[in-house]
Nanobody
Framework: HVQLVESGGGSVQAGVSLKLSCAVSGYTYSRACMAWFRQTPGKEREVVATLSSGGEPPTYADSVKGRFTIFGDNPKNGFYLQMNNLKPEDTAVYYC?????????????????WGQGTQVTVS
């Protein structure tokens, strides 16, 4: 089965950039949605960015448009989230996720495979 592992988080000052990576193993599917979510304690997990392996345009939360970019041409090779001009409100645990054999939804419940999360702290 598919396994995902995030990396690249850390504690940074506002305005700094980070690149998160999602390592993917066990991917044998023809189509998937690649996505990044984030969550803070006691709050609902929210979508940050999605990207279909079918080549459709990525989607972004309004709060990160123009600052974050999701990229990755083939899910089996992993995918990434480039985060520029980080703000304190971006502080969260960031999760990568995929939905197999599908285009991109936006609800966490629609994603079947999740990484363990990587902490991003912006001050």
């Amino acid at each position: 089965h598919v396994q995902l592992v995030e990396s690249g988080g850390g504690s940074v000052q506002a305005g700094v950039s980070l690149k998160l990576s999602c390592a993917v193993s066990g991917y044998t599917y023809s189509r998937a949605c690649m996505a990044w979510f984030r969550q803070t304690p006691g709050k609902e997990r929210e979508v940050v960015a999605t990207l279909s392996s079918g080549g459709e345009p990525p989607t972004y939360a309004d709060s990160v448009k123009g600052r974050f970019t999701i990229f990755g041409d083939n899910p089996k090779n992993g995918f990434y989230l480039q985060m520029n001009n980080l703000k304190p409100e971006d502080t969260a645990v960031y999760y990568c996720a995929v939905r197999l054999n599908s285009g991109c939804p936006i609800r966490p419940s629609d994603f079947s495979e999740w990484g363990q999360g990587t902490q991003v702290t912006v001050s």
